[in-house]
């Protein structure tokens, strides 16, 4: 298989959920730029997958799914703050502080 039809899809995907259905060339451009900008190849689909893995089941088991043989790639692989994190930290730190006001 062409590397790049799998590319090419990863791009539309990524700039349609940047811009939206509907958006005029202009934001599918500046859409597109965001992405490149920020360096999100193919790879980062392998990064952000095992980031999710670790956030949501156990190391050993998010190791075999990925292919790691050791913790220290693994960590490689997880250490990514998340949107997903960043937005969960509010509540967690009201429970964590919540028995010392």
């Known amino acids: 298989m062409d ?5 090419d899809g990863l791009k539309d995907t ?3 959920m940047r811009s939206g259905i509907g958006a005029t060339e202009e934001q ?3 859409a597109a730029e965001h992405w490149k900008e920020r360096n999100v ?3 980062s689909w392998r990064h952000r997958f ?3 893995l670790a956030d ?3 190391q050993r088991t998010a190791m075999l799914a990925i292919g790691h043989n050791t913790e220290a ?3 490689e692989y997880t250490n990514h703050t998340t949107e997903e994190n960043i937005k969960k930290l509010p509540t967690v730190m009201d429970k964590a502080l ?3 006001a």
């Not at 590397?3 to 590319?7: A, E, G, I, T, V």
Request: charged fraction near 25%.
């Open 98 to 100: 919540s028995d010392v």
């Open 50 to 52: 095992a980031a999710y």
């Open 56 to 58: 949501n089941t156990d």
């Open 14 to 16: 990524l700039t349609l």
């Open 73 to 75: 790639v693994f960590k």
């Open 41 to 43: 190849v193919f790879r």
């Open 3 to 7: 590397f790049h039809f799998l590319l």
């Open 28 to 30: 599918r451009k500046k």
